[in-house]
C-alpha cells in the first residue's frame, strides 16, 4: 500500500462529526517571499547564526523529501491546505508565521516583511473566514514599530493577536525595551504566542553537540526559560491582563511548577540570588492566570490530562503544529481520550473561541 493510500485509511477513522469544531491552535505559514530571504542570508558566508542554518538549512536545502514537503506546505495558504486539514479533520486553523520569523532579519527588513505577511495572511482569512485566522507577525527589533503594528493587524486586518518567535538576536521579551508590545497586546486584548526556534548562539553548543537542538528538546527549553523569564521579571505585575500563549504541552512548565514556586520563594527570601525579586503573586499563579497552553507536537493524553489538572481545563488548547507535525492520526488520538465530552469541546474548540475571540 502506498503511503498516502496509508493516510488516507487513518484519516478516514476520524470522526466526521465528533459534536465540536477542531481548531488547531499553533498552524504554521510562510510567505515565498520570506523563505527566499532566509536562503539569501544563508548563501551569505559572514551570516553568523549556526542555528538558524542548523535549522533553516535542513528544510530549504536538504534532500530529505519530508523537508521538501514541509517548506512546500508552509507556503499554502489556500485550497491545498485545506485539503490537508479536510483529511484530517481540522476544522479551523490558527495560523501564524512560522519561526524565526521576522526576527532574523535586521530592523528594516523585519518591519516591513512583518506587514506584508500580515496582509497576506489577512487576505487569506477573508477568503476562507471559516478555515483561517491567524495572528499577527511583528519585528521585535523596532518596538514602538511592532505595538503599532499589532495595533493595525488586529483593528483593520482582523487579525488575533501576535506571534513571537521567542529571542530576538538573543535577547527576550521580559527586557523592558520591548515593553511597548507587551502594553500593545493588553490594552488590544489579544494574546501573545511565544512560539520556539533556533536557539540563541549563548546557549546552543551543549544541544547540538548531541542534536538536541531543535524540536526534539532545544525548542522547548528556551522558550520555557522565556517565559519564565517573564513571569519572574514582574512583567505580568506591570500588565497583569496581559496573556500569552506557549505550545509543546506548556514547554515543560506545568510540570516544574511547584519546584519554581518552592524555589523561587526561598531565593527571595535568603536574597543568595541578587536578581531574584518579588513578586505580586507565586511564579504558578502567573502560569495558571496569564498563561494559556496548547497541545502542538505533545499529543500525548497523559501530558494533557496533567497540564489540565492543574492549569484547568479551560487553559489547554489542541494544536497540531502544521506542516511539521502533520500526522492525521493524532486527532483520533485526541478525540479517544479520557475525559469527559464537556472537556473535550473545552480543549478542541470553546477555549480557543474564548482566548482568540473567535
Ligand atoms: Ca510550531
Partial sequence: MTKTREKRRSALRIRRKPGYRRIATEEAWAPTEMLELYMKLMAKRSFDEPGFRSLMGFYLQSPSERARQVA??????????????????????????????????????????????????????????????????????????????????????????????????????????????????????????????????????PFVERGLDGAIYGFG??????????????ALDRFPKLRFIIGHGGEALPYW???????????????????????????????????????????????????????????????MDYPYQFTPAEVAAMDAMPISARAKKMFFQSNAERVFNL
Fill in 221 to 234: 527549553c528556551e522558550t520555557g526559560l522565556h517565559m519564565l523569564r517573564i513571569i519572574v521579571s514582574g
Fill in 257 to 319: 511548577m511547584y519546584r519554581v514556586d518552592y524555589m523561587h520563594a526561598a531565593a527571595v527570601r535568603s536574597k543568595r540570588f541578587a536578581s531574584a525579586k518579588p513578586l505580586k503573586k507565586r511564579p504558578g499563579d502567573y502560569l495558571k492566570e496569564n498563561i494559556y497552553i496548547t497541545t502542538s507536537g505533545m499529543a500525548w493524553a497523559p501530558a494533557i490530562m496533567f497540564a489540565q489538572s492543574v492549569l484547568g481545563v479551560d487553559r489547554v488548547l489542541y494544536a
Fill in 72 to 205: 512546500e506546505r508552509l507556503q499554502w495558504l489556500d485550497e491545498r491546505r485545506i485539503r490537508d486539514m479536510d483529511d484530517s479533520g481540522i476544522d479551523m486553523q490558527v495560523l501564524a508565521l512560522t519561526a524565526p520569523g521576522v526576527q532574523i532579519f535586521d530592523r528594516a527588513t523585519a518591519v516591513s516583511i512583518a506587514k506584508s505577511s500580515n496582509d497576506q495572511l489577512a487576505e487569506a482569512v477573508r477568503t476562507w473566514p471559516d478555515r483561517f485566522t491567524g495572528l499577527a507577525a511583528v519585528a521585535p527589533q523596532d518596538p514602538p514599530a511592532a505595538a503599532k503594528e499589532l495595533e493595525r493587524a488586529v483593528l483593520k486586518l482582523g487579525l488575533k493577536g501576535a506571534v513571537i518567535n521567542s529571542h530576538t538576536h538573543g535577547e527576550y521579551l521580559d527586557d523592558d525595551k520591548f515593553w511597548d508590545i507587551l502594553e500593545a497586546a493588553e490594552a488590544l486584548n489579544v494574546p501573545i504566542y511565544l512560539h520556539p526556534r533556533d536557539l540563541p548562539r549563548t546557549m546552543l553548543q
